[in-house]
Each structure stands twice: as C-alpha cells, then as structure tokens.
Nanobody, 123 residues
C-alpha cells in the first residue's frame, strides 16, 4: 500500500499559477508511475498527467502546454506545476501512484484516494 498526501491548492485568479505537491510513503518500491487527477463538481474524476519512473510524461489535452508534472526521487514527491490557470481548471486535485503498462495512465493504482487538494480559479 502507498500512502499519499496532496498539498498546495488554493484560490488563484485566472492566468495565475500554483504548484501542487504529493508526498508518498509506504510500498513505493512497487511503483513505476505516478498520476495527477482532478474532479470538478458534478463530473467524473479525470486523469490530468502522468510520469513514469523513467521520467516519461503524458498530459490530458486540456492541460498540455500549461501544466508540468515532475518528481523528486530523493523526497518521494511528485509535483504538478500549473500555469495559465483557467476557471475550468477548478477542481479537487488528487494524486496516486501505481503500475502502468504504457505510461499513459495508472492501470493499477496502489494508493488510497485521499482528501485531495482544492484548486479554485476565479476572479
């Protein structure tokens, strides 16, 4: 099992930036990919970005060119840098870690879905 703690959300104006963090502990040795997800009110959770243990990244079309996923192996932490934020980016953001066959999604999430971190983009 992998334990995850997300942080860094908040209220930001359109066009602004935020950096989310996801600190992991537990059975990290079994992880080969990480993912950031988000869930807006009334919508299903969607995958935003993934990064593999080899550093390959993948993004949803809606965030390409604006969001960057990265990781710090020394801290077992994954980040999501979000720039040029739009009101439609408003959501609760979650991270998870697990096994991926293609690097484009987590085929087997190993973490428990936590509270997430709220991102609100509004003027």
């Amino acid at each position: 099992q992998v334990q995850l703690v997300e942080s860094g959300g908040g209220l930001v104006q359109p066009g602004g930036s935020l950096r989310l963090s996801c600190a992991a502990s537990g059975s990290i040795f079994s992880v080969n990919a990480w993912g950031w997800y988000r869930q807006a009110p009334g919508k299903q959770r969607e995958l935003v970005a993934t990064i593999t243990s080899g550093g390959t990244t993948n993004y949803a079309d809606s965030v390409k060119g604006r969001f960057t996923i990265s990781r710090d192996n020394t801290k077992n932490t994954v980040y999501l840098q979000m720039n040029s934020l739009k009101p439609e980016d408003t959501a609760v953001y979650y991270c998870n870690a697990g096994r991926s066959l293609t690097g484009r999604r987590l085929d087997l999430p190993l973490g428990s879905w936590g509270q997430g971190t709220q991102v609100t983009v509004s003027s």
